[in-house]
């Protein structure tokens, strides 16, 4: 494990502000309250990562703006 933080901004992504932020995980957690923190560890973080590559949950959509 490389210790890196994976950070997701939504000011970042090219998809803010579309139809598709009502149905984003990233709106979800971010909009939680301060004291609602969601934390998903590296087990969690594999079995995400194989139902999305099965079919059974959606990929992520978040896209960085580059420039």
Do not use: K, Y
Not at 24 to 34: G, H, I, N, Y
């Amino acid at each position: 494990m490389s210790g890196e933080a994976l950070q997701i901004s939504c000011t970042e992504c090219v998809m803010e502000g579309t139809d598709a932020c009502a149905d984003c995980v990233v709106t979800f957690l971010c909009s939680r309250a301060p004291g609602e923190a969601v934390v998903i560890d590296v087990a969690e973080a594999r079995a995400l990562r194989l139902l999305e590559r099965g079919g059974l949950a959606p990929t992520l959509r978040h896209r960085r703006r580059t420039g």
